[in-house]
């Protein structure tokens, strides 16, 4: 008898561990998502302008899901690949200056957020990474490397070059992290073809 009781009683005490736990999480999470999803905002925010700094807004157009999804299935690549938001970049006189792609691809690591600004003329605006999660000193280079390379160029096909791009379609690897570099490259990719196949010409 002596043990029963003992159970209920550490039951009971579990139970009252796990409910003041559960309350106290609950608590912090509603005190730390409003701050959280501020500077979540405040990220996106500074990429799009970082791709379009002469554009004073950021107009949200809906995404043709199933022309994503056809562009998708079009390469094995792409499988780990997502266009998340996708806004026309606009001037004082509002003025359609481009688009901006936000963009997420399956790195070596973590998904690798980032925005890619093409402008209507077909040529890459822009790059900038939101989020990136890789190894420190080899695929957290993206930044570095990888990005320049993308500027002011067509939009086109990106294929990546280990040993050292030849051409304007090449982008040249970051050393050691070629997973990270078709990571980016390949997300590009979808991007312009999204680009090429539902934006161009205007919505």
């Known amino acids: ?17 796990t409910l003041i736990a559960g309350v106290l999480l609950g608590f912090v999470y509603q005190i730390t998502k409003e701050p959280i999803a501020y500077q979540q905002q405040l990220a996106l925010d500074k990429a799009n302008q970082a791709v379009f700094t002469d554009a004073t807004t950021f107009n949200e157009i809906e995404i043709d899901t199933t022309a994503l999804s056809e ?63 890789e190894t420190p000193g080899l695929g957290m280079n993206a930044e570095k490397v990888l990005v ?39 997300a590009v990719n979808v991007g312009v073809a999204y680009f090429e196949n539902v934006l161009k010409g205007g919505q």
Request: charged share 15%; glycine share 8%.
């Open 148 to 186: 320049p390379q993308f500027a002011s160029k067509q939009a086109t096909q990106f294929t990546v070059n280990k040993n050292g791009a030849t051409s304007d379609s090449e982008i040249t690897a970051i050393s050691g992290a070629t997973i990270t570099s078709n990571a980016v490259t390949r």
């Open 71 to 133: 562009i998708i299935a079009s390469d094995s690549n792409y499988s780990k690949i997502d266009i998340t938001n996708v806004l026309e970049a606009t001037d004082d006189s509002g003025n359609v200056l481009g688009y901006v792609l936000q963009l997420s691809s399956m790195g070596y690591g973590d998904d690798i957020e980032f925005a890619l600004g093409i402008t209507n003329d077909g040529v890459i605006n822009g790059l900038s990474i939101i989020s990136i999660n």
């Open 1 to 17: 008898m002596n043990d029963t009781k003992q159970m209920i009683k550490n039951a009971f005490v579990l139970f009252a561990i």
